[in-house]
């Protein structure tokens, strides 16, 4: 199976670095493929001078867009498998090849790492701890599913789901919206128990004002993704 690694990157300077040195000692059988954001800091040279293998988008289009391009890369490129993985250190790509052979026992379509089944290592912020309490509860509302980590950003799809991707990606807080998505295409969605560090450097999108917003945004994109129709 071809597997690949989708990294978006904003200003990622402090730990891109680690965090492909970790892919490369942990997930061997993966390919990796980092989407730089237009960052301003020193990513997009860092990335060039240790031939990390990068793709620099023309304007800045945010998270979904950057995850968007791996998944347009991916089925291009004839991937079975995609997972993205965040730029900031927080995902331990030691887990990868146990999400890879979890989804195919369990014949899931989207394998999402969840910090909170097992309730080990860090466990985000109390902010964000709310938020997808929320989440949660109104997922299963809309859906009939309890997905515990529905903010994750460390999930591995199969070649299925990288088709919906590819062609159709929330612009902005993505998590909770695509996960509603595929749920409503009728695909499985499962959780594994997985520890996440803390950011080991750069800043969150999510501030306790934007959280707001988040919050506000993302509800209305999941009612508006819940009442659409699918084949």
Not at 29 to 58: A, H, W
Not at 95 to 111: P, V
Not at 198 to 209: A, M, V
């Amino acid at each position: 199976m071809k597997k690949l690694i989708i990294i978006p990157a904003y200003n990622e300077s402090e730990c891109i670095e680690r965090t492909i040195k970790d892919i490369e000692k942990h997930a061997q059988g993966f390919d990796y493929l980092i989407v730089n954001d237009c960052s301003t800091d020193q990513t997009r040279e860092i990335c060039e001078k240790n031939g990390f293998n990068l793709i620099n988008l023309p304007i800045n289009l945010g998270i979904g867009g950057a995850v968007q391009t791996g998944y347009q890369y991916a089925w291009e490129n004839g991937y079975d498998v995609a997972v993205q993985i965040d730029g900031d250190g927080q995902h331990d790509a030691s887990f990868l090849q146990r999400m890879s052979e979890t989804m195919g026992e369990e014949g899931a379509d989207m394998l999402i790492g969840s910090r909170f089944i097992e309730k080990e290592g860090f466990q985000s912020s109390f902010l964000r701890r709310v938020g997808i309490i929320y989440f949660t509860g109104l997922i299963k509302l809309m859906t009939g599913a309890t997905i515990t980590d529905p903010t994750s950003g460390l999930r591995m799809i199969n070649r299925s789901v990288i088709e919906i991707f590819a062609k159709d990606y929330p612009k902005d807080y993505p998590e909770p919206e695509s996960v509603v998505a595929v749920l409503r295409n009728k695909k499985q969605v499962k959780e594994i128990p997985v520890v996440m560090r803390e950011r080991q450097g750069g800043s969150s999108s999510i501030g306790s004002i934007r959280s707001i917003y988040y919050m506000i945004k993302v509800t209305l994109a999941i009612l508006v993704e819940s009442l659409r129709r699918y084949k």
